[in-house]
């Protein structure tokens, strides 16, 4: 099955069980690009985030998801084949990085977890400033995403709230130190935690 119907079936298969198993709202479809480049950027604080998120989207979407999640047999495969990309957390990941620029020059969308771990609080965490190094490498709009309730999928109905795009050009072509990446950083998160209240 090749990347494309691998994840064309995957989409139905989570759309169908969210709908009926588990309760699923999205709100703010309207607010996804039609085409072109974009980095769609949510909180983390369940497994099921990247299933729900990637139903809720009206195109495909390109996780960065841990290196360690290709090395489980038979999931490695079906990641490589829905085109993810695996990323070493421990340290500067140039290669991730490489191909994550090379799906935005392609006009994809590319699914990110700014805070790169789950909040098992549900208190939004620090951006990673690899993600915010992507964002500022390619000036793609990012599309801020608020997930709710995907850490308890079957005793509450989850909620999909997807905000507006928007752009960090303030920071383009600007040489910053890693105190102005925080705050590019935080920004996003400030996005996010809009969608959340």
Do not use: C
């Not at 801020?144 to 999928?153: A, E, F, K, R, Y």
């Amino acid at each position: 099955m090749n990347g494309n119907l691998t994840y064309k079936f995957g989409h139905f298969i989570f759309s169908t069980f969210f709908r009926f198993a588990t309760g699923w709202d999205v709100e703010g479809r309207e607010n996804i690009p039609e085409d072109g480049p974009v980095i769609v950027a949510a909180n983390h604080i369940s497994n099921w985030d990247p299933p729900v998120l990637g139903s809720s989207l009206t195109r495909p979407v390109h996780y960065i998801a841990k290196k360690e999640l290709f090395e489980v047999p038979v999931l490695g495969d079906i990641l490589n084949h829905m085109g993810m990309i695996p990323i070493n957390r421990g340290k500067p990941d140039r290669n991730a990085i490489r191909e994550a620029l090379n799906i935005l020059k392609n006009g994809e969308v590319l699914g990110v977890f700014p805070e790169g771990t789950r909040s098992k609080t549900g208190k939004l965490r620090r951006a990673k400033l690899g993600i915010v190094m992507i964002a500022l490498r390619f000036k793609a709009p990012i599309l801020p995403v608020g997930l709710s309730n995907t850490n308890q999928p079957f005793k509450s109905r989850m909620k999909v709230k997807i905000g507006k795009p928007f752009t960090l050009d303030e920071y383009y072509d600007q040489k910053l130190d890693k105190k102005e990446m925080r705050e590019v950083g935080a920004k996003i998160m400030g996005e996010i935690k809009l969608l959340l209240e």
